[in-house]
């Protein structure tokens, strides 16, 4: 089975509500990341988050890792309708040369 | 833009055509890789290329096609391509060495009928 896994498959919210999306993975990585997809476009690039790293913040993003667990978490905070978008985390083995991504989580945000 | 270019954007082709998605970065990275995006699946990758070298073939069927003549161009070349190879074809491009993220391209949206 793929090593990165979102859940949920699906979330809908409604703007300025905050929307939570989890991750698991299977081996050990290097670090993990998150990405955006906008529909029918390329992957932007959100935050990375070390294999020794617990938390971390950029704008109203937040991100957390328990690799205990092999999980991680991202928070998006007072969400807008421009959130609206596919959300992938991907993880770096310890090689640091394979990359793989989950399925994604689709968020939805109403206005 | 992101900084890597991909063209083109759509691309309708009959099976027993022969066509080629370009990718372009010139944001100093050097490894490149071609991903296959289909409908409610994780990204796949197909092909990875470090300095010009193809170091990665993740089983692709041989009608696809790697060409990376140097760090800043990648190429992928099609033909008696499968309805089934209908998808989202993304380029990216990172520096390796570095623990970052991908720069991705738009992507090219293939439909092959």
């Known amino acids: 089975s793929q090593q990165g896994e979102e859940d949920p498959q699906a979330l809908s919210i409604q703007e300025g509500e905050n929307a939570t999306m989890n991750c698991s993975y299977k081996t050990s990585i290097n670090n993990l990341q998150w990405y955006r997809q906008n529909s029918g476009r390329g992957l932007v690039h959100l935050i990375l988050?070390?294999?020794?790293?617990r938390e971390k913040h950029s704008g109203r993003l937040r991100v957390t890792l328990d690799t205990s667990k092999k999980s991680s978490s991202l928070l998006i905070t007072a969400s807008r309708a421009a959130d609206t978008a596919s959300y992938f985390c991907a993880t770096d083995d310890t090689g640091g040369f394979k990359t793989i991504f989950g399925a994604g989580t689709r968020l939805f945000v109403k206005a | 833009e992101t900084g890597v270019t991909q063209t083109p954007r759509h691309l309708v082709m009959g099976m027993t055509n022969k066509k080629s998605l370009k990718c372009e970065q010139h944001?100093?990275?050097?490894?490149m890789y071609w991903y296959k995006q289909s409908a409610k699946k994780p990204l796949e990758l197909m092909f990875v290329?470090?300095?010009?070298?193809?170091?990665e073939n993740n089983s692709v069927p041989s009608r696809f096609s790697p060409e990376c003549p140097n760090s800043s161009h990648l190429f992928l070349h099609l033909h008696t391509l499968q309805p089934e190879d209908s998808a989202l074809y993304l380029c990216?491009?990172?520096?390796?060495?570095?623990?970052?993220?991908?720069?991705f391209g738009s992507g090219t949206r293939l439909t092959v009928v």
């Open positions: 290329y470090n300095f010009k070298e193809q170091t």
């Open positions: 990216a491009s990172r520096k390796t060495g570095e623990a970052g993220g991908y720069t």
């Open positions: 944001l100093g990275h050097n490894a």
């Open positions: 988050i070390r294999s020794n790293e």
